[in-house]
């Protein structure tokens, strides 16, 4: 009885110390990248009023309304 409750921590903790290890070993994150306050154009993501009348006009001359 005392072998299979041996066995069984044995097995934990070499189950769970890669975890652990993986847990503590993990690489801190980066701080933040400043804001620019350039006017460097648009960010990405945000279509400018030229790329919207474009796809407005595709859309309509594929027949979406």
Same mark, same amino acid.
């Given at each position: 009885?005392?072998?299979?409750?041996?066995?069984?921590? %044995?097995?934990? !903790?070499?189950?769970?110390?890669?975890?652990? =290890? +993986?847990?503590? %070993?993990?690489? #801190?994150?980066?701080? %933040? =990248? !400043? =804001?620019?306050?350039?006017?460097?154009? #648009?960010?990405?993501?945000? #279509?400018?009023? =030229?790329?919207?009348?474009?796809?407005? +006009?595709? +859309?309509?001359?594929?027949?979406?309304?």
């Amino acid at each position: 009885m005392k072998k299979i409750i041996l066995v069984g921590l %044995a097995v934990l !903790a070499v189950s769970t110390s890669p975890v652990l =290890a +993986k847990k503590h %070993a993990a690489k #801190p994150k980066a701080p %933040a =990248a !400043a =804001a620019s306050t350039g006017g460097a154009g #648009p960010m990405m993501g945000q #279509p400018s009023a =030229a790329d919207r009348e474009m796809y407005m +006009k595709n +859309k309509r001359d594929s027949g979406m309304k």
